[in-house]
C-alpha cells in the first residue's frame, strides 16, 4: 500500500471527480492520501473532503504564495483548526521566491508562525521552499535551535545542500513526479543518498505529472509511477518500496491511523 503524501484533491478537476479519482487511487495500490490546505479561509472546503473517507487526512496552513493574503493569520489559529482529529500536518507554508507572489518578508513572517504551530503541536510542518535554499537552511536551522519541530521537505527539487540541513535537523524529503523527469539527476542523486527511513513520496496533484504521465492532469495514482522510480534507485523491490515509504509516513504523520480491521 502506498500513501500519497501531498496531494490537492479541492483543486477543480479532482474534486468533481472526487470518487472515480479515490477509486483509480484504490486501483493502482494507494491506500491514503493527504489533501493539503493553501489558504486557512479554505480551510473548511479541504477537511470536508478528508472527511468523506477514512483514508483521507488534511493539513491547515498558509501556502507562501498567499502569505499576504491573511495578514492576521496567527499561529494559534493553526493551533486550533489543528486539533481536529483529521488534521494532521501544518502547511503547507515556506518560502517561494521563484515566483514572489508575495513579499519576501511577509513570507518569512507567516512561515514563523506555522513553526510555532507545529512546534506547540508536536504535527510535522510541511514545507514549500523554492529558490529560497539558503535562507531556507538558515531558518530551519536556527528555528530548530530554539525548540525542535517535525517536518517534510514537500515535493523537493532543491539542492543538495538544503538536503543536508532538512536530515540533519530530523525532517523527511518527499519526491514527487520531479523525480522522474529527464532533467532531474542530480534529484535523483540526492533520493539515493537520502536515508532510508526519512524517504516519502507524493504527487502534488493535480501537478508534475510523472514519467509516463507527462502533459495529464496529475492524480494520487499517480505516486505509483514515482515509487517505482524511487524504487530503481534504491535497488528495491515495488512491494518493498511501498513498505518502506508507507512506514515512514506513519511514523512521521503519527495521527494518521487507519480503522483497524473489525
Same mark, same amino acid.
Given at each position: 500500500?502506498?500513501?500519497?503524501?501531498?496531494?490537492?484533491?479541492?483543486?477543480?478537476?479532482?474534486?468533481?471527480?472526487?470518487?472515480?479519482?479515490?477509486?483509480?487511487?484504490?486501483?493502482?495500490?494507494?491506500?491514503?492520501?493527504?489533501?493539503?490546505?493553501?489558504?486557512?479561509?479554505?480551510?473548511?472546503?479541504?477537511?470536508?473532503?478528508?472527511?468523506?473517507?477514512?483514508?483521507?487526512?488534511?493539513?491547515?496552513?498558509?501556502?507562501?504564495?498567499?502569505?499576504?493574503?491573511?495578514?492576521?493569520?496567527?499561529?494559534?489559529?493553526?493551533?486550533?483548526?489543528?486539533?481536529?482529529?483529521?488534521?494532521?500536518?501544518?502547511?503547507?507554508?515556506?518560502?517561494?521566491?521563484?515566483?514572489?507572489?508575495?513579499?519576501?518578508?511577509?513570507?518569512?513572517?507567516?512561515?514563523?508562525?506555522?513553526?510555532? /504551530?507545529?512546534?506547540? #503541536? *508536536?504535527?510535522?510542518?510541511?514545507?514549500?521552499?523554492? =529558490? $529560497?535554499?539558503?535562507?531556507? +537552511?538558515?531558518?530551519?536551522?536556527?528555528?530548530?535551535?530554539?525548540?525542535?519541530?517535525?517536518?517534510?521537505?514537500?515535493?523537493?527539487?532543491?539542492?543538495?545542500?538544503?538536503?543536508?540541513?532538512?536530515?540533519?535537523?530530523?525532517?523527511?524529503?518527499?519526491?514527487?513526479?520531479?523525480?522522474?523527469?529527464?532533467?532531474?539527476?542530480?534529484?535523483?542523486?540526492?533520493?539515493?543518498?537520502?536515508?532510508?527511513?526519512?524517504?516519502?513520496?507524493?504527487?502534488?496533484?493535480?501537478?508534475?505529472?510523472?514519467?509516463?504521465?507527462?502533459?495529464?492532469?496529475?492524480?494520487?495514482?499517480?505516486?505509483?509511477?514515482?515509487?517505482?522510480?524511487?524504487?530503481?534507485?534504491?535497488?528495491?523491490?515495488?512491494?518493498?518500496? /511501498?513498505?518502506?515509504? #508507507? *512506514?515512514?509516513?506513519?511514523?512521521?504523520?503519527?495521527? =494518521? $491511523?487507519?480503522?483497524?480491521? +473489525?
Amino acid at each position: 500500500m502506498l500513501i500519497d503524501s501531498h496531494c490537492h484533491l479541492d483543486v477543480k478537476g479532482l474534486d468533481d471527480e472526487f470518487d472515480d479519482v479515490l477509486a483509480r487511487a484504490s486501483a493502482a495500490g494507494v491506500g491514503g492520501m493527504i489533501t493539503i490546505c493553501t489558504r486557512v479561509e479554505q480551510f473548511p472546503r479541504v477537511l470536508a473532503l478528508a472527511e468523506r473517507r477514512d483514508n483521507i487526512w488534511c493539513s491547515v496552513g498558509l501556502h507562501p504564495h498567499d502569505a499576504a493574503s491573511e495578514p492576521d493569520l496567527a499561529s494559534a489559529d493553526l493551533v486550533r483548526l489543528s486539533a481536529h482529529p483529521k488534521v494532521v500536518g501544518i502547511g503547507e507554508c515556506g518560502l517561494d521566491y521563484h515566483y514572489d507572489m508575495s513579499p519576501r518578508d511577509i513570507q518569512r513572517a507567516q512561515f514563523l508562525k506555522h513553526i510555532q /504551530a507545529a512546534r506547540e #503541536t *508536536g504535527l510535522p510542518l510541511i514545507v514549500h521552499s523554492r =529558490a $529560497a535554499d539558503e535562507e531556507m +537552511a538558515e531558518i530551519l536551522r536556527s528555528e530548530t535551535a530554539k525548540g525542535a519541530f517535525p517536518g517534510v521537505m514537500h515535493c523537493f527539487s532543491s539542492g543538495p545542500e538544503l538536503a543536508e540541513a532538512a536530515l540533519d535537523i530530523g525532517f523527511y524529503l518527499s519526491f514527487s513526479g520531479i523525480l522522474t523527469f529527464k532533467t532531474a539527476a542530480e534529484l535523483r542523486d540526492i533520493a539515493k543518498a537520502t536515508p532510508h527511513d526519512r524517504l516519502l513520496v507524493e504527487t502534488d496533484s493535480p501537478f508534475l505529472a510523472p514519467v509516463p504521465m507527462r502533459g495529464k492532469r496529475c492524480e494520487p495514482a499517480y505516486v505509483a509511477h514515482t515509487a517505482n522510480c524511487l524504487a530503481g534507485l534504491l535497488g528495491l523491490g515495488a512491494d518493498e518500496t /511501498a513498505r518502506l515509504t #508507507t *512506514g515512514n509516513f506513519h511514523r512521521l504523520f503519527t495521527k =494518521a $491511523a487507519l480503522p483497524a480491521a +473489525a
